[in-house]
């Protein structure tokens, strides 16, 4: 007799019915009348549930007609007189954001962000140029930075060698290379 230790593995389908699925496969059973008959049985057995359907439902009426006759009750009618103006509140919409081309100084010091307000991104030279212009350098190290700026390519490398740099702005390399 021989004994052996091995291992399966098997795949089966099943369908497991959850509460939910059986209780909402027995209401798609139900006809109208039933369907009608069965809520009115949980709202008397739930005394959490509300009766807001099914108020004035008789038999003759269809449930479309229900459904019409409330949405009527729930909108207003639109006239086309008017373009809604005089539902929008303009005097605190022109206070926040000013009028068109103004500028944005509040006395609160609440300002809309400036991300709202750019319309071109930024590119890496404009963003090396602003912050060179934050730096503290004298004259010739702006002019030299500004050179190396101006001097590199769409990857952000320098194009010509630091020697090139220093013939064009005609001072000493090693300014160039600090």
């Known amino acids: 007799m021989k004994f052996e230790l091995r291992q399966e593995l098997k795949l089966t389908q099943q369908l497991i019915m959850t509460p939910q699925l059986q209780q909402s496969i027995k209401l798609l059973q139900l ?18 549930l509300e009766d807001e359907t099914f108020d004035d ?14 949405t009527s009750a729930k909108t207003k009618e639109v006239t086309g007189e008017g373009d809604g103006r005089e539902d929008f509140d303009w005097d605190s919409f022109i206070e926040y954001f000013g009028p068109v081309g103004a500028t944005y100084s509040r006395e609160d010091g609440e300002n809309p962000s400036l991300e709202n307000m750019l319309t071109k991104g930024v590119s890496l030279a404009d ?16 002019r030299i930075g500004e050179q190396i700026i101006g001097n590199l390519d769409s990857n952000g490398y320098l194009v010509p060698d630091t020697d090139e740099i220093a013939s064009m ?7 160039v290379e600090k």
Not at 31 to 48: C, T
Not at 127 to 142: A, D, P, V
Request: charged share 30%; hydrophobic share 40%.
């Open 169 to 175: 702005e005609k001072i000493e390399l090693q300014q």
């Open 31 to 48: 006809s109208r009348i039933e369907l009608v008959n069965a809520i009115n049985q949980e709202l008397e057995k739930n005394p959490l």
């Open 127 to 142: 963003h090396l140029l602003w912050q060179l212009n934050l730096s503290r350098f004298t004259e010739i190290e702006k």
């Open 57 to 70: 439902v008789s038999e003759g009426e269809s449930m479309q007609e229900i459904d019409v006759a409330k």
